[in-house]
C-alpha cells in the first residue's frame, strides 16, 4: 500500500487526476472504474482541465461506476448518472455508450445485478478503480456487514449514509433507502485502486479501514489484501495516521 500525503483537498486532487491521467495516457483503451460523492470532484474538474488543454484524450476509454440509487431516473439532479455527466462525462470526449453505471429504475434487482455483473465480466476487468470512503467504511455502496457482498448487489442504505448523504436531498426522508453497488470481489480484482479521503471527518475511519482488523464491518479493510493500493488523503484524513 502506497500513502501518499497531499497537503488540501486540491492538491489531493490534482495528486489523483495525475495517477488516472497517466492510466489513460499509457493505456488509451483503459476500463476505468468511477466513484461519485464529494471527494472526487475535484479530480473530474483536473481531469476536465487538461483534456481541454489537449492532453488527454478519452475516445477510447470505457468507464464502469460503482453505485446507484433504486428508485432515482437517471435524470434526475440527485442520480449519479446525473452527477457523472455534469461533473465529468459532459466535458470530455468520452463515448457515451462506453459508460455504464447500474439503473436505479429496474425494480427486479436480480436481473439488474445480473446485467451489471455480466457487463464487468464484458470489459475484461478494471484498470483502475477510483475510490471515495464512507463514514462507516464503505466503499461504493457496500456497507458495513457480517459478510463481504461478492457481486453487484442491491443494498439497504445505513442510517448513517442516509444522513450523510441528505445533504444533496431537501429532507432525509427523500434519500433512497436502496442502491445498487458493485461487490467487494468485483472492486478487489481491479488492477489499481486509487481510495482518496479529505477532511478531519473520515481521519478515525481511514486509519480503521488501513490499520485495523479486515472485517466485512469495516468494508474498506479489505483493501489491505490488494497488491497495488495507492491511498491519497489530505492533512486532516491523514491526522490519525
Ligand atoms: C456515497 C458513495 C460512495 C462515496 C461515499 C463518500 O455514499 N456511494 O461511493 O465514496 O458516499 O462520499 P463523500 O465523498 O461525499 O464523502
Redesign the pocket.
Known amino acids: 500500500m502506497k500513502i501518499l500525503f497531499a497537503r488540501d483537498y486540491q492538491d489531493m486532487s490534482r495528486k489523483a487526476a495525475n495517477i488516472l491521467s497517466a492510466q489513460v495516457i499509457l493505456n488509451t483503451k483503459s476500463v476505468v472504474g468511477l466513484?461519485?460523492?464529494?471527494?472526487p470532484t475535484g479530480v473530474y474538474k483536473q481531469l476536465i482541465e487538461w483534456y481541454e488543454k489537449g492532453d488527454i484524450d478519452f475516445s477510447k476509454i470505457k468507464s464502469v461506476n460503482?453505485?446507484e440509487y433504486c428508485g432515482i431516473k437517471a435524470d434526475s439532479d440527485q442520480s449519479y448518472y446525473y452527477y457523472m455527466y455534469e461533473n465529468f462525462f459532459k466535458h470530455i470526449n468520452i463515448n457515451l455508450k462506453n459508460t455504464y453505471i447500474p439503473d436505479g429504475m429496474e425494480k427486479d434487482a436480480q436481473l439488474e445485478c445480473k446485467r451489471y455483473n455480466n457487463i464487468i465480466k464484458q470489459l475484461g476487468g478494471i484498470d483502475i478503480q477510483l475510490?471515495?470512503?464512507?463514514h462507516n467504511g464503505?466503499i461504493?455502496?457496500n456497507e458495513p456487514n457480517e459478510a463481504f457482498e461478492k457481486e453487484t448487489h442491491c443494498v439497504k442504505l445505513d442510517d448513517k449514509?442516509i444522513e450523510a448523504?441528505a445533504r444533496f436531498f431537501d429532507s432525509k426522508e427523500e434519500v433512497p433507502t436502496h442502491a445498487y453497488t458493485m461487490g467487494i470481489k468485483s472492486i478487489m480484482q481491479a488492477k489499481k485502486i486509487l481510495l482518496l479521503a479529505s477532511g478531519e471527518g473520515k481521519s478515525k475511519i481511514l486509519y480503521d479501514s488501513l490499520f485495523g482488523p479486515i472485517t466485512p464491518g469495516v468494508p474498506a479493510s479489505i483493501l489491505q489484501l490488494h497488491n497495488d493500493l495507492t491511498v491519497v488523503a489530505d492533512e486532516g484524513a491523514l491526522s490519525e495516521i
Open positions: 466513484a461519485t460523492g464529494s471527494t460503482l453505485d475510490l471515495g470512503i464512507g464503505h461504493g455502496f449514509t448523504n
